[in-house]
Every structure is written in structure tokens, then in C-alpha cells.
């Protein structure tokens, strides 16, 4: 292979890729139609001519005939006065007109033909623009629908990779650990107060039995079960007793003042 062929193929190939990228379907299909019309209108223009022919070819046919026919009549009627040499004369001259209806009437049937030709290619042609219209809206309906859809699947693929949705996913994410700290805060509010009605409930239970044993303490002639005396047996030792229980007051005097503290 020469490097001038292998340099044209490269260079063809080039255009070819370049032509290929700047056509627009639309604007395709917009020239196709015009240069069917176009053609539409040469094809009208060559019926035109060739049926304004057949009519020159058709009038001069029919002057022939006319020709013939009387020259016929002549030749008749020279015959008919006796005069043979006129009547040739009359003959000669039919059988040139005759001659040229005949070569008239070959052309005219040819031109009947060929026009007959061109009125059905016209018809065509005429059916072919009108479906080619009809394709042309379609092909053009779905080359925009196409070109959106391409458009967007481009938004699409751009915003899969920029930082816009990177910084979209984040607060997302932000927003989450917005939600979990806000649930975490809830749960020990939650527990927080439960300990604290359980402390209550402690303390409660606390208090009800030192007042219980303080007013057992507290009564005159009263004993703790752990001090009751036996039946029978006199209570010499009250006065004691009674300076044993002085500091034990005190004591749950002070414990209660640490409860109440709480």
C-alpha cells in the first residue's frame, strides 16, 4: 500500500467521523424534504413540457389526418371530372400527409407513454413526501426525546461525582447522628427519672419506718420488741432505759436529717 493511499484513507476517514458528529437528525430530515420537494417540482415542470409536446404532436397528427382526408376528396372528385393527371397529383400528396400522420402517430404514442410514466412517478413522488413528512415529525419527536434522555442521564452521571451530592450525602449523614444523639438524650432523661422515683420510693420506705419507730420509741411505758419485758417481772430499770434511749434519739434524729439532706 502507497503512503498517498494510506494518507487519503486516513484523511476520508476523518471527514467521514466529522461529518458523522455535525449531523443533526432534524436538520437532516428538514433537507431531505426540501430536496424532495425540490425534485417534486422539476418532475411537475417535466410533465408540464411533456404534455404540452403531445399536444403540439397531437394537433400537427390530426392537421395530417385532416391532410389526408382531403386530398382523398380532391383525388375523388378529379376522378370523377375525367381529369387522371389531378387526381395523381391529389393521390401524391395524400400519401405525404399520410406519411407524416404515421411518423406523427409513432411519436404521439410515445409521448403518451412517457407521460403516462411521469404522471405515475409524480404520484409517487407526491406519496413518498407526504409519508417522508409524516416520518420526519416522528423521527424528529423521537430524536428530541433522545437528546433529553441523554441530557439527563448526563445530570445524572455528573451529579453521581460532584461535590454537590457528596456534601448532600453528608447531611444526610450529619442529620443521623443528629437524630441518634437526640434519642441517646431521651433514653437516659428516661432512666435518669426512673432512678430518681426509685429513689423516692427508697426514701419513702425509709422514712414511714423511722417514724414508725421513732413514735414506738416515743410512747411512755413503751419498749422495742428487742428490750420487751417478761410478764410478771417489775420494770426497775426504766429510768436507765430511758437514759439508753436519750442517744439513740439523737442518733436517728441525725439520720433523719441526713435523709431529708438527700
Not at 418532475?43 to 409536446?53: M, N, P, Y
Not at 404532436?57 to 392537421?63: A, C, E, V, W
Not at 378529379?78 to 387526381?87: P, R, S, V
Amino acid at each position: 500500500m502507497g503512503l498517498f493511499d494510506r494518507v487519503r484513507r486516513i484523511v476520508s476517514a476523518n471527514l467521514n467521523d466529522l461529518v458523522s458528529k455535525a449531523e443533526d437528525p432534524e436538520k437532516i430530515l428538514e433537507q431531505a424534504i426540501v430536496e424532495m420537494q425540490e425534485d417534486l417540482v422539476r418532475l411537475r415542470q417535466g410533465v408540464a413540457q411533456a404534455i404540452a409536446a403531445q399536444k403540439r404532436t397531437q394537433k400537427q397528427y390530426d392537421d395530417a389526418s385532416n391532410e389526408v382526408n382531403k386530398w382523398q376528396r380532391n383525388a375523388m372528385l378529379a376522378l370523377q371530372k375525367g381529369d387522371e393527371n389531378l387526381a395523381r397529383q391529389a393521390l401524391e400528396r395524400k400519401k405525404s400527409f399520410s406519411e407524416s400522420a404515421t411518423s406523427l402517430k409513432v411519436s404521439l404514442d410515445q409521448q403518451n407513454t412517457q407521460i403516462d410514466n411521469l404522471k405515475r412517478q409524480l404520484i409517487q413522488l407526491e406519496s413518498k413526501i407526504s409519508e417522508a413528512k409524516t416520518k420526519k415529525e416522528m423521527l424528529k419527536a423521537r430524536a428530541t426525546a433522545a437528546k433529553a434522555q441523554e441530557q439527563l442521564e448526563g445530570m445524572v452521571r455528573g451529579m453521581n461525582s460532584s461535590s454537590a451530592m457528596a456534601a448532600f450525602e453528608r447531611m444526610e449523614e450529619k442529620v443521623m447522628m443528629q437524630e441518634a444523639r437526640a434519642q441517646s438524650a431521651a433514653e437516659l432523661a428516661g432512666a435518669d427519672l426512673d432512678s430518681q422515683f426509685a429513689q423516692l420510693e427508697a426514701s419513702s420506705g425509709i422514712d414511714d419506718e423511722l417514724a414508725a419507730l421513732k413514735a414506738q420509741i416515743s410512747l411512755p411505758g413503751s419498749e422495742p420488741t428487742s428490750q420487751a419485758q417478761l410478764p410478771g417481772k417489775a420494770d426497775t430499770n426504766q429510768p436507765q432505759q430511758q437514759k439508753k434511749t436519750e442517744p439513740v434519739d439523737a442518733e436517728l434524729d441525725s439520720l433523719r436529717k441526713e435523709l431529708d439532706d438527700l
